[in-house]
């Protein structure tokens, strides 16, 4: 109960994050411990919010003047016709997950481009000049398209199961980056000559299909002259495809960071101001702590 009477106060400001459902989500954990780390007088709540309601709601939180909002699933695409600025990212991605309160109304932010490059950079890894294959064409394979391409990849390989939403990615982003982009299908693979960093957003190694990988042939890494494997998936914490790449002596990172760091790229977005790489490190560390141990 101290706690509480000495956290929220008249001047606490809210953040929440909206969609639906959105009991499941781990915003709440990561930003609520961000304001205890960095000692900002903010709370951040969860609100489920209806298709029907998402006008209405974005109205109100305006009107409340709520300075930050996190959107996810269904209402990623709904609220952009509600904003009256888009990002450039979130404007390639065709979706919005972070608004901020300005006097002309909210900007919205696509901060899951931004987590993952956090991700892969502070785990020292360069993906500029680099041959990047991304597995998937989905929601998370869009953003982490626009990280390859933010920061620089020599070239891009876009490989999903249905080839033609691949296609359709890769013609989205060469629209807005001049970088060398190619699409493969799945079941093609062992086709690509090399490539340096593997990105998996595919759902493959997640939920029903934990214990499978998008590549099954082991001595894919090593014939490719594979360096670096990220998996956006974060459950289970090692994906099969992580397994096998390590036992070929390939470095590895999970999607934890990727999910932390959209959250830190959120905040530094409302708040104006950079997140250290060792206060990152901090909250990750943290974070993964109390999510292994309770998730
Ligand atoms: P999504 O939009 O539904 O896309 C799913 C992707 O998985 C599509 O490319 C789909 O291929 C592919 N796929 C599904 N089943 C497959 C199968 N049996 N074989 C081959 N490919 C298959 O989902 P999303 O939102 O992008 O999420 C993708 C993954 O990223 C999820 O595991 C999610 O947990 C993770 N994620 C992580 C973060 C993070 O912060 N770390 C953020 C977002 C998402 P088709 O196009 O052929 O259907």
Redesign the pocket.
């Known amino acids: 109960m101290k706690d509480i009477f000495s956290r929220v106060k008249g001047t606490t400001s809210v953040f929440t994050v909206i969609g639906c459902p959105v009991k499941h989500s781990f915003s709440p954990v990561i930003h609520n411990t961000m304001a205890l780390v960095t000692g900002r007088d903010f709370i951040y709540t969860a609100m489920e919010v209806q298709s029907d309601c998402v006008q209405g709601a974005i109205k109100g939180a305006y009107c409340l003047g709520i300075k930050g909002i996190n959107v996810t699933?269904p209402h990623k695409v709904a609220v952009m016709d509600l904003l009256c600025d888009i990002d450039k990212k979130a404007r390639v991605i065709g979706a919005v997950n972070t608004l901020k309160y300005t006097e002309d109304g909210y900007v919205g932010y696509n901060t899951?481009v931004i987590?993952?490059g956090y991700?892969i950079k502070n785990k020292g890894y360069e993906i500029k000049d680099k041959t990047v294959l991304l597995?998937?064409?989905?929601?998370?394979?869009?953003?982490c398209a626009v990280t390859a391409c933010d920061e620089g990849c020599k070239k891009l390989i876009i490989a999903?199961?249905?080839e033609d939403?691949?296609k359709r990615l890769a013609k989205n982003i060469s629209a807005f980056y001049d970088c060398e982009i190619e699409t493969v299908s799945?079941k093609d693979l062992n086709s690509v000559d090399s490539c340096e960093l593997i990105i998996?957003?595919?759902?493959?190694?997640?939920?029903d299909?934990a214990g499978?990988s998008?590549i099954e042939d082991k001595s894919f890494y090593k014939a490719k002259g594979v360096e670096f494997v990220f998996d956006?998936?974060?459950?289970p914490w090692e994906t099969q495809l992580l397994k096998d790449a390590g036992e070929q002596g390939v470095e590895t990172l999970?999607?934890?960071?990727?999910?932390?760091y959209?959250a830190v790229a959120a905040e530094e977005i409302w708040f104006d101001e950079k997140y250290s790489k060792e206060l990152q490190e901090e909250l990750c560390e943290k974070l993964s702590k109390y999510f292994r141990e309770n998730c």
């Open positions: 699933v899951d987590g993952a991700a597995i998937g064409a989905g929601g998370a394979a869009n953003a999903n199961r249905t939403k691949a799945m998996n957003a595919t759902t493959v190694g997640f939920g299909k499978l998008p956006a998936i974060y459950t999970n999607g934890f960071s990727m999910l932390i959209q």
